[in-house]
């Protein structure tokens, strides 16, 4: 398993096509001022000793060379050894909320930012347990099955967004059944589900499904994202850039308000504890509390325990490839003199 420790270097990517952009400009701008000047053709005899293609090489060679520097800064690592692995703890399944409301920035940077920092806080104080991630608006998706590999989640935590279900809305007995699923059939204990919403536009049996599922040994806990004077949902273009606020039928900006009654009783009907996520790392604190409280299993599951680092090999590819370009001049060698003959 290949994984990269800082994917936020990735973005460093963006200056290839950046630099390509650059240096046709600069040979079409180039091309055209010696056209002003003359005959292209009698000015390259002019000029013998220069290979174009020579140039175009060392160009490819820059590119490469900044492609597996970008890869080493990454941080690539290799999971060598698949183990078996026991442990005690519990089974967690967090069930988080990806509608367009999420997008509100009545908190900072936004609810659903906010959200996805409070589970990457929580992971780090969980010992044992294993963790699985739903995603729901409209509908709701397994998208991790339960594990004790974090890294892996949280890998697939970065890559979520509200466009990651298709279908809008905020169905959480929908989440709570796919969370269900998650578990063992036979486990009567040893469970839990964390929600974490706004609340909004909820159907009314979420309340009956968590009270099914606390009977069976489930505890449910709520975390309420958003504020009770609300904020607007802003409307993104294709870029990323804000154009405009959502609007109802009538033209009206909507303004999203988290639903913490509903909250409430959503924890209490599942035996669980309700909280606003204000303070992230209080809010994991108390959670990670909640969690030791219940009854432990032994777990087994296989993980990848040993990751091995690979960047310097990227490194080592780039090295030989500047040493190469070290090599390569823009003149003429005499093996091209004895070709053009």
């Known amino acids: 398993m290949l994984r990269f420790e800082h994917t936020e270097y990735f973005f460093l990517l963006l200056f290839i096509p950046i630099t390509i952009g650059i240096y046709f400009y600069v040979h079409y701008q180039t091309k055209k001022q010696l056209q002003n000047i003359g005959n292209i053709d009698l000015i390259k005899r002019l000029m013998p000793d220069r ?5 175009n090489i060392k160009f490819i060679l820059f590119n490469l060379i900044l492609f597996f520097l970008i890869l080493g800064l990454a941080q690539p690592q290799m999971g060598t050894k698949m183990e078996k692995v026991q442990r005690k703890g519990i089974d967690v399944v967090i069930a988080l909320d990806v509608s367009k409301s999420m997008l509100s920035q009545d908190v900072v940077p936004s609810r659903l930012e906010k959200s996805k920092l409070l589970i990457q806080t929580l992971l780090k104080k969980l010992d044992g347990d294993r963790v699985g991630l739903v995603i729901f608006a409209g509908n709701a998706y397994l998208q991790m099955p339960l594990t ?4 892996s989640l949280l890998l697939y935590l970065r890559s979520i967004n509200t466009n ?11 989440a709570l059944e796919k969370s269900e699923k998650a578990f063992k059939e036979t486990d009567k204990k040893y469970k839990a589900i964390i929600v974490i919403t706004d609340g909004e536009d909820h159907e009314e049996n979420a309340i009956d499904k968590a009270e099914e599922l606390a009977s069976d040994g489930t505890k449910i806990f709520t975390i309420g994202v958003g504020t009770a004077n609300g904020g607007t949902i802003p409307v993104y273009d294709q870029n990323g ?3 405009a606020e959502k609007k109802d039928e009538n033209g009206q900006v909507i303004i999203s308000k988290m639903n913490a009654n509903m909250l409430q009783a959503l924890a209490k009907g599942g035996n669980g504890n ?4 204000d303070n992230t790392k209080q809010v994991a604190e108390f959670l990670s509390k909640d ?7 032994t777990i087994n599951d296989k993980v990848f325990t040993d990751f091995v680092e690979q960047f310097q090999y990227f490194l080592i590819f780039a090295l030989l490839l500047l040493i190469a370009d070290f090599f390569i001049t823009y003149r003429k060698n005499w093996f091209d003199f004895k070709n053009e003959k």
């Open 51 to 55: 290979n174009d293609k020579k140039s």
């Open 148 to 151: 004790v590999d974090y890294s």
């Open 164 to 174: 990651s279900v298709p279908t809008q809305g905020t169905i959480i007995t929908e």
């Open 241 to 243: 850039n804000k154009v």
């Open 274 to 277: 309700y909280y606003v996520l």
């Open 291 to 297: 969690i030791a409280k219940i009854e432990t299993k």
